[in-house]
């Protein structure tokens, strides 16, 4: 059909027999043939896309097995060279309900990246907000802002928008590590921008310091430098590492004052922090949420549901994960996905091969910043998908059993 426009319409109308929608008549699939003539799309036909009772996410939960990831990650290496263009020898998870796009969720990219031995990765800068979690190995140093920051296994080093960065592997040994980014979210925004740094780092800069300098500054518990000149100038966190040794302490420290009758876990047997920003004590990056849960051996996690969605890493231990009405086993290094309003459980089960004390760690990034400022967060404990206990969320019951009454007369 060619329209006034002197294009093919992509409007498709289908005049549908169903309650609560017209009659179908000759005249109404002439309205819906001039409809389509001008680019019209009326609300009847798609209220229960475009509003649904409850967030249908086209995401589906999804585990990838780290081994997999690891070993193609290596091939990758031999195969594929760094270097200015492709950038980053970065492979994306793809979501098998998001159309073979590079997103792990409608909003959250995540990547396993690896550096050959001696490589660097160019600089460059982009408005994504951006970190790297390392699942295992040491040996490269990412330079922010001309600042060289080293990575070991279980480091958290987020890196805001906009500001420049390269990275270089010191040693004779690859290394992979996990990237995280908002690039689905500011796809859909049409708000990003990038821009190509220098082609090498200085040899200043292609150093090796156990420490950077933004650790030296902002790396001390409960204690903010007082100097102007080093005041963060844009959103996100100056602190450009978070140490796994930091991290483990603490919630080793929550599980124990469980034992000894105080607070400090999230349920039992359930402990969990969240990294921040010490400048400001909100999230690390402005768009992303990032935690470490640690779930104590045999320890199981409450059924929960929260709006936005989630990537999650198993940094160490085994056990059993439902999101969904799927359930799987992870062990270190696997990754999945929880899409909104999932419910979401873990349990514990020390593996024989396992290391550890029996805990299992998941480390956890999330969209949850976007939602809170759009006032869109909610969450629930209960299983069914329109349930709402939670007094935060009372208005979403009353909205909910609305919806439910309209949806029960709606033909989609
Ligand atoms: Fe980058």
New binding site residues.
Partial sequence: MTTSLDFESPVRLKAVAAANLPTVTPALEELYRGFEKELLIPLWTEIGDLMPVHPRSKAVPHRWRWDALRALAARAGELVPVGRGGE?RAIALANPGLAGRPFATPTLWAAIQYLMPGENAPE?R?TQH?FRFVLEGEGVWTVVGGDPVAMRRGDFLPQAGWNW?AHHNATTQPMAWIDGLDIPLQYITEAQFFEFGRDEISDGERTTPERSRAERLWGHPGLAPVAQAVKPTRPGSPLLAYRWENTDRALSDQLALEREGYPGTVEPGHAAVRYTDPATGGDVLPTIRVELHRIARNAETRPARETGSSVYAVFDGSGTVTVGEQTWSVSRGDLFVVPSWQPFSAKSQAGATDSDSGALDLFRFSDSPVFEALKLNRSSTEASPAASTQASTQASTEASTADEARAKGDAQ
Avoid: G, S
Wanted: a positive charge.
């Fill in positions: 980053r460059h982009h951006a960065h």
